[in-house]
């Protein structure tokens, strides 16, 4: 993983890639076969949900240390 743009939030930044990219490993998983176009957009819900509950604080706190 790169280093910050600012060497002192570098820390953050490595924590807010390992946990994107874990979650975005997830969320490239195919969605089973056959299932309704009500059923993909509840997945995909499902999915952001559990992105900012993993991950939106590390991306907030990174955020605010380049600002």
Not at 10 to 26: H, M, Q, R, V
Request: glycine fraction near 4%.
């Amino acid at each position: 993983m790169a280093h910050s743009l600012s060497p002192e939030c570098t820390p953050l930044k490595i924590a807010y890639d390992s946990c994107f990219n874990a979650w975005f490993e997830g969320y490239l998983q195919p969605a089973p076969r056959g299932i309704s176009s009500q059923e993909r957009l509840k997945r995909m819900e499902q999915k952001r949900k559990e992105y900012d509950e993993r991950c939106g604080k590390l991306w907030e706190d990174y955020r605010a240390c380049l600002q």
